[in-house]
Structure formats: structure tokens, C-alpha cells
């Protein structure tokens, strides 16, 4: 059974920069595509970025210009950097691999953008 562990969330101030890390822990074939998603209490899982196998990228216009998604895939490893952070950035983040067969999700992460 595949699993996704995501790391490097954290707590920073506005302003500053976090690099988000989310490896699969067991075998995960054929992934098309890896994303990165958020989700603050009480507001619906919102989309951040997405790369695929051939290194596309695409954002969100709340982020464009400011992350960047990117991935190993020698290590089945997506990452997201994220610069001139805001508190509106504040969520959870949650990583995902999507395969022919099923979507995989990781258990995701705290982010907390504060003074």
C-alpha cells in the first residue's frame, strides 16, 4: 500500500518562505500528474498548482508569482516553495499523486502565516 508523507510545514511570518515536501513512502506507479491543494477551517479545498510528468506547470492566480512547484521523479517527490507569504495563506496543505487507477492523498500539513 502506497503512502504519501508530506513535511515542512510550520508556522513563519508574513513575508517569508517555506518549502513544502511530499514523498511517497511505498511504490506509486504510472503518476501522471502531482498537485498541491489547501484548505483553511471552514472554507472548501481550494487547488494551488499542479506539475506534470513532463515538468508543465500550472497555478493558481491567488499564488502565480509566488510558488513554485516542482518534482523529483526519481524519488516520487513533489515539492512547493512558497516566497512572500501571506496570512490568507494560512491552511492546511494537502499533496496528491494522480495514477491511471486512483488518486493518492497525503495526510497533509499545517501552514500558519502570522505576525
Known amino acids: 500500500q502506497g503512502q504519501l508523507v508530506e513535511s515542512g510545514g510550520g508556522l513563519v511570518q508574513p513575508g517569508g518562505s517555506l518549502r513544502l515536501s511530499c514523498a511517497a513512502s511505498?511504490?506509486?506507479?504510472?503518476?501522471?500528474?502531482m498537485d498541491w491543494y489547501r484548505q483553511a477551517p471552514g472554507k472548501v479545498r481550494e487547488w494551488v498548482a499542479a506539475i506534470t510528468s513532463g515538468d508543465s506547470t500550472n497555478y493558481a492566480d491567488s499564488v502565480k508569482g509566488r510558488f513554485t512547484i516542482s518534482r523529483d521523479n526519481a524519488k516520487n517527490t513533489v515539492y512547493l516553495r512558497m516566497n512572500s507569504l501571506k496570512p490568507e495563506d494560512t491552511a492546511v496543505y494537502y499533496c496528491?499523486?494522480?495514477?491511471?487507477?486512483?488518486?493518492?492523498w497525503g495526510q497533509g500539513t499545517q501552514v500558519t502565516v502570522s505576525s
Open positions: 511505498g511504490s506509486i506507479f504510472s503518476i501522471t500528474h
Open positions: 496528491k499523486f494522480t495514477t491511471v487507477l486512483r488518486d493518492y
